[in-house]
C-alpha cells in the first residue's frame, strides 16, 4: 500500500510527522505500506517551510511542487495543476490530505477526479463561519473524502450530521498533540530568550495572522495598544507572520513591551507557548496546543472549529472587537485562569491510530 502524503503549510507539517513516524513502525514491523510525500509549495518562505521539516525530523519531500502565492483561486488551481501531473506520474493507492489550508482542497479534488480513495486527518471540524476560506476547505475536502480521522465527538457529530456513514468515520484523536508530546523534551529556547532576560512565566505569547485582526492598519493598531496597555509590566512576545510584517510596515507603533521577532521554528515557538504565562493569538491549532500544556489562551475570534479546547481546555474566544481584551489579559496575568482538562485521545497515539486504520482497509 503506498500513501501520497500532502503538506503545504506550516500546520500540515506537524500534522504528517507522526504519520511518517507510524508508517514507518509498521513498515519495519512487516506491513506492506510505504508512503511518498508531496509538498505543494503553499508557504514558500524557508522560516514556515524547510525548518519544520528540519524541526519535526520529516524526511525531505519526494516532490516540492513548487505552487508559491497568489489569491486563494490563483494558488489552488496551481496546486490542481502540478498535483495532477503528480498523480499521473506516480499513481497511489490513496491521497492522505491534513487540516484546511489550500492544499488540503486542491489535491482532495484532484485525487477525486483521478478516482483516488482520499483521507481527511482533521475531518469534521467546522466553525459555522463561511466568510473564512477554511471553512469552506474543510466542507469541500469532506465532501469528498472516503475516509474520515476526527480529533473529537463533535467533529464525529458533524459528519453524522452532514450523511457521512459511521464506517467511514474514525475517532483516532489530534495528531497535532503527538507531535506537541513526541518534541516536547526536545523544545529549545530562542536567542531572544536571554536578549530579553525572560524567564518562566513572565511574559506573554502573541500571534496574529487573520484578515480580520491584520488587514486594517487602525484596527491592528488598536488591538496592539490594547494587548500593551493590559499587559504591562509583562512583555508581549510577537513572532510576526509574513503576512502581518507587511501591515505593519509603515506603521508607526511605539509599545515598549511588545517585541517583535521572526516567524521561530516549531522547536522555538513551542518552547516560548510552554513557559509562558499566556498565549493570545487568532490560530486554531495554537489553542490545541495550549490546551495540552495547560497554558491559558485568549482567542481573538467570533468562532472557532475547536470548541473543545473552549469547554473542555484552556482557551476563551472573546471576539475581535479590541475593547475586549484587557479584562481577559489582566485576569491572565493575575492568574485567575480557569483549570483545563485534556480531551479524549489526545494522547499522542493518533497516528498510530490512523495507520492501524489503513492497515485493516
Not at 137 to 165: H, K, M, P, Q, Y
Not at 259 to 281: S, W
Amino acid at each position: 500500500m503506498l500513501i501520497t502524503l500532502v503538506a503545504g503549510a506550516r500546520p500540515n507539517f506537524m500534522k504528517i510527522a507522526p504519520v511518517i513516524r507510524a508508517i514507518e513502525a509498521a513498515r519495519s514491523a512487516g506491513h506492506d505500506i510505504d508512503y511518498r510525500i508531496v509538498h505543494t509549495g503553499q508557504h514558500y518562505d524557508i522560516n514556515l517551510s524547510k525548518t519544520f521539516f528540519d524541526d519535526l525530523q520529516i524526511p525531505p519531500p519526494h516532490i516540492n511542487l513548487g505552487a508559491g502565492s497568489g489569491s486563494q483561486a490563483v494558488q489552488t488551481a496551481a496546486i490542481m495543476i502540478a498535483f495532477e501531473k503528480e498523480l499521473i506520474k506516480n499513481p497511489t493507492d490513496l491521497v492522505m490530505v491534513v487540516g484546511d489550508v489550500n492544499s488540503t482542497l486542491a489535491c482532495s479534488i484532484t485525487a477525486a477526479k483521478l478516482c483516488t480513495l482520499v483521507a481527511h486527518v482533521e475531518a469534521g471540524i467546522r466553525s459555522g463561519d463561511l466568510t473564512m476560506p477554511e471553512e469552506i476547505n474543510r466542507i469541500v475536502t469532506d465532501c469528498l473524502a472516503d475516509l474520515f480521522f476526527t480529533t473529537s465527538t463533535t467533529a464525529n457529530e458533524n459528519l453524522r450530521a452532514s450523511g457521512i456513514t459511521e464506517d467511514k468515520i474514525h475517532f483516532v484523536g489530534n495528531v497535532m498533540i503527538d507531535t506537541l508530546l513526541f518534541n516536547l523534551e526536545r523544545l529549545h529556547k530562542p536567542l531572544l530568550w536571554d536578549q530579553l532576560n525572560l524567564e518562566n512565566s513572565n511574559y506573554l505569547v502573541l500571534t496574529l495572522h487573520r484578515p480580520v485582526n491584520v488587514d486594517h492598519p487602525a484596527n491592528l493598531k488598536e488591538l496592539l495598544d490594547e494587548i500593551g496597555q493590559a499587559a504591562n509590566p509583562y512583555k508581549v512576545i510577537f513572532p510576526v507572520h509574513p503576512r502581518t510584517r507587511e501591515i505593519l510596515k509603515g506603521m508607526k507603533m511605539d509599545i515598549s513591551n511588545i517585541h517583535y521577532t521572526e516567524p521561530m521554528g516549531y522547536l522555538e515557538f513551542n518552547y516560548m507557548v510552554r513557559y509562558a504565562r499566556g498565549v493570545i493569538t487568532d490560530s486554531g491549532g495554537i489553542t490545541e496546543e495550549t490546551t495540552v500544556l495547560g497554558i491559558p489562551c485568549i482567542t481573538l475570534r467570533d468562532s472557532t472549529e475547536r470548541p473543545e479546547t473552549c469547554t473542555i481546555g484552556t482557551n476563551e474566544l472573546i471576539g475581535t472587537n479590541p475593547s475586549a481584551i484587557p479584562p481577559w489579559i489582566i485576569k491572565m496575568v493575575k492568574g485567575d485562569w480557569k483549570k483545563g482538562g485534556i480531551p479524549e485521545k489526545w494522547d499522542g497515539k493518533a497516528a498510530e491510530r490512523i495507520v492501524e486504520v489503513l492497515l485493516k482497509v
